[in-house]
């Protein structure tokens, strides 16, 4: 079935001090957005970043997310670090207890979580990292949104413990046959009219092309891009311009799913 509304999420305030990733601004793509997934300190961001998005989120009344990563700024978070379910599960509430404070300070509150790169890939096939991601999910924000893929770990946890979950389609990123996306440190500079026939095709028939050729089921709620990817702000453009074209309403994930 064809979707007739869809949130538009983005992962932002990926900086630190004066370094920057990616060639758009977070201003700039504030107002194309319906969710922003903002980087909690450590992959990326810092207090007077995570104060600035958080603001500029309220100002375009974009729904507020948590970005939780790896403890990694040299590597942007895309490494895997080990460490057990429960060490991990600490990283993430100590980023999410910074990040949520921010939101309070401007009145608004913690629409979601979703982990950021290595972290939310080795979630997604976990369980028991997902698991207990989710039990700390009940006690601390039971009605936060979990960002996640379709038939991940994480997925399941949130299943069966009765978390709401949000499914994610991702829009400047590739997918292999099993459902799951193609890491990948740099995507380039991806083409925003094909990104967009892309998402428009994912909404309508619910599917998409593999990186095999094959065409999978994609079951989602909300669109995912990056604000590193190159070009970030004519993908999100020429995305909406396309979706509105189809007759499909953009509106944050709290909007969509009643909780």
Request: some cysteine; charged content about 25%.
């Amino acid at each position: 079935m064809a979707l007739e509304v869809v949130d538009i999420n983005c992962d932002m305030g990926e900086a630190f001090g004066r370094w920057h990733v990616g060639d758009t601004d977070d201003a700039s793509l504030m107002g194309y957005i319906s969710s922003a997934n903002i980087a909690a300190g450590f992959h990326a961001g810092d207090p007077n970043l995570m104060d600035q998005t958080v603001r500029l989120a309220v100002e375009h009344g974009v729904g507020i997310g948590a970005h939780p990563g790896y403890n990694d700024l040299q590597g942007f978070g895309r490494r895997r670090i080990n460490g057990t379910s429960r060490e991990l599960v600490n990283d993430i509430a100590y980023q999410v207890g910074a990040l949520r404070e921010f939101a309070r300070r401007h009145g608004a509150r913690l629409q979601h979580i979703k982990p950021h790169g290595a972290l939310y890939m080795e979630m997604a096939v976990n369980p028991d990292f997902a698991q207990q991601f989710i039990t700390y999910m009940r006690t601390v924000a039971p009605n936060a949104f979990v960002f996640c893929m379709a038939g991940s770990a994480t997925e399941r946890a949130a299943q069966e413990a009765g978390q709401p979950a949000i499914r994610e389609f991702y829009a400047d990123r590739d997918y292999d046959e099993s459902g799951s996306i193609v890491f990948t440190r740099d995507a380039g500079r991806p083409d925003p009219a094909a990104i967009a026939r892309k998402v428009v095709r994912a909404c309508v028939e619910g599917r998409v092309t593999a990186v095999t050729g094959h065409d999978i089921e994609v079951p989602f709620e909300s669109i995912c891009f990056h604000s590193d990817t190159l070009g970030a702000l004519d993908i999100v453009r020429h995305m909406r311009d396309a979706l509105r074209a189809e007759g499909i309403r953009i509106a944050p994930v709290s909007e969509i799913v009643k909780v």
